[in-house]
């Protein structure tokens, strides 16, 4: 008996479902981009896996952390409101698929 507070089972297996249900992102930055990619042009998953911004296997999300200067479209990815739009008023698009 805990005198009133949550059982531990309780607590353990909130813990257990929760950590199952989310979804680790790597982040890249539209800094980011713009170092690695100061041309524009199309970006995959692929294209940022080479140049090393993240690891392959994990799923990719764009924060809108700087500035875009150049057309970049984007493919494969999930982004912020703010990254689509900084890359959108660039000139570029961002797809999911």
Known sequence: FEGGQLPLYMRFRSCVASRAVQKEYQVV???ALAELFPQGGEI???DLVAKGAVRDGYPV???GDGEVSAAYTIKGVKASASAK???EAAGGSISED
Do not use: C, P, Q
């Open 29 to 31: 930055n539209v800094a």
């Open 44 to 46: 995959t998953v692929a």
């Open 61 to 63: 999300k764009v924060l």
């Open 85 to 87: 739009s900084k890359i």
